[in-house]
């Protein structure tokens, strides 16, 4: 009993030591972007400012066009969440209900393609994306993305987990494939289908390498984008307006994620166990 | 017509043979039963009907079309599944009308269907509740409804009454036959369940190992056992079956010998081609006393077992171990010498190489056991 008892407290004591570790440094940030220079330059290690100003919000808002940064960002990650989405959810009900001899072999062949490092692919992708002319264009960061192994991983997973006879069920009753997708497939698996949604969202909305490459004028900037132009080529940064410029990046994933948590743990927590 | 003819079907699994050579016709609006260990191939029977599962080799007919290639959603068959596969998403309703709204039926039509299958499987209540809110008996039910709603002429059962407790059972069989005479399809069922079986069964059709072993009413393969083992397979306690030899129309049992007929012996010795026979008898036949008779031989009680309404008492007889069911009004106990009477009427025989039914005497009905002479 009481060895049970000194054993549960330590394994708190150390999920909250791992739980700090991975908190600790989102509230620095957050609190920081409210720090003067001086604030931050004196006291590097202090959490709470001195005293809260707003003051390099509206450095970022003067200095770059925030709200189209913005909107540039969410576009590009609904537009690749929304492809990718459906892509996956296709590609990942063949796999699991429509299997043929050679279904195994080509799941296999599609789940190599996510250990092609980005370096490989990039020069390739952005002379295709070149040749198309969408360089400097939204669509030029989006169209690449629009598909991926990872999606088809995780979604074939949960497929696996429905009952095959809920879809032989559906097909004594001639139900198309497409309806079986959407009628029940996807109902059941709901909360992996979300969950892999938000994946891919905060994926796309954290890219930096992909974009830069792609993304010309300040006008087509991403978040990630427009938060490297305030750290000089030296790496000398205002670090009191990059702190803002992380959080404000930071801010809209979170909300998503704080929305659909239970979502997304779940996800993970099953992925590979059946049933 | 709605008769379903299985032809020659095989089915394998890579080298593994599941089911062979399997004839089996079966008559528009019976219910025939799919009965057979865990294993024997009943189930990837059904599902080569219902079109789920590929045939292998055979033909498979269909209101006398060929079906083999012809794909599930258009062989027009209803099937209730083992686990059920009702849609954990939707609810009642919307579970029982999923197959007429694939039909795209008008709406009105789709509500006065399932409102009615509704009544009929007494879910009245329960059109709001999703499949985890119901008991298992619901469950089932609700699956049954999903699948007679389409008044399919083929309605085909995967165990489905496996995962209910015994009261359910009982209930839920005579609810089954009262949804096929309501609307008179070719009703298919597999079960492991003997009575199951003989309950819902108009005639049953017994598998092993992927093999047909005998096709017939639930009398007769109670009563009339193809061979060794549909006799062992079917009854609890299950039918005594033992080595015996043929000596001028006595059987030679364990040392012991038993008068046997005229009937018996004229039948024996056209079918036979030496002396030895596996001889069965059902449990039930045996009769025991407590002192010696013409005709009786001694065994020695070893173990009884209380079945309720009457007792398993397991006997000794020269060797061999042999199970007889007695009224209740016994007071038996282990260790007593009691003497076992065989009655003509109530023996089968089977060739000892084949293990096949080497048939039955006219004067005992031949080959249909007549109700008379049925215990």
Known sequence: MKTDKIGRAAIHLL????????????????????????????????????????????????????????????????????????????AAYSFVFLRNRFSDALYFLFICTMFIPLS??????????????????????ALPQLCDAMGI??????????PESLIEAAKLEKTPHLTIL????????????????????????????WPKLVLRTEGNYTLPLAAQAFIGAEGSADLNITMAMATATLAIPLVLFLIFQKFIIGTFASSGIKG | MNDIRLEHITKKYGGNEVVSDLTLPIRPGERMILLGPSGCGKSTTLRMISGLTEITSGD??????????????????????????????????????????????????????????????????????????????????????????????????????????????????????????????????????????????????????GKLQMVDTPHNIYYRPANVFCARFIGTPPMNVFPAELEESALVVAGHRIRLSPAWGRRLASSLKGPRVTAGIRPEEIILRPSERENTVPATVKYVENYGNSLGVYFELGGLEMVATVGQNRPLSQGDALFAEFPDAGLSFFDPETEKNVGYPEEYGGENKPLHLAK
């Open chain 1, 15 to 90: 999920l909250l030591c791992l739980s700090a570790c991975m908190v600790l440094p989102v509230v620095f940030t957050v609190f920081s972007s409210f720090k003067s220079v001086n604030d931050i330059m004196t006291n590097p290690l202090r959490l709470l400012p001195e005293r809260f100003i707003l003051d390099n919000y509206r450095t970022i808002l003067d200095r770059v066009p925030f709200g189209v940064i913005i909107l540039n960002t969410v576009a590009i990650a609904l537009t690749v969440m929304g492809f990718k989405l459906v892509t996956s959810c296709l």
């Open chain 1, 120 to 141: 490989v692919t990039m020069i390739p992708n952005y002379i295709t994306i070149s040749k198309m002319g969408l360089l400097d264009r939204l669509m030029g960061v």
């Open chain 1, 153 to 162: 991983f995780l979604l074939r997973q949960h497929f696996r987990g429905i």
């Open chain 1, 182 to 209: 959407f009628k029940i497939v996807l109902p059941v698996a709901k909360p992996a289908v979300i969950a892999t949604g938000i994946i891919f969202f905060v994926n796309s909305w954290n890219e930096y390498v």
């Open chain 2, 60 to 209: 498979l007919y269909m209101g006398g079309v060929r079906m083999n290639d012809v794909g599930c959603g258009d062989r027009n068959v209803a099937m209730v599944f083992q686990n059920y596969a009702l849609f954990p998403h939707m609810t009642v309703y919307q579970n029982i009308a999923f197959g007429l709204r694939t039909l795209k039926l008008p709406k009105a039509e789709v509500k006065k269907r399932v409102l009615a299958m509704i009544e009929t499987l007494e879910l009245s209540g329960l059109e709001k509740r999703l499949p985890r809110e119901l008991s298992g008996g619901q469950r089932q039910r609700v699956a049954l409804a999903r699948a007679a709603i389409k008044n399919a002429p083929y309605f085909l059962l995967d165990e489905p009454l496996s995962n209910l407790d015994v009261q359910l059972r009982a209930h839920a069989r005579k609810e089954l036959v009262r949804i096929h005479e309501l609307n008179r399809s070719t009703f298919l069922y597999v079960t492991h369940d003997q009575i199951e079986a003989m309950t819902i069964g108009q005639r049953v059709a017994i598998l092993n190992k």
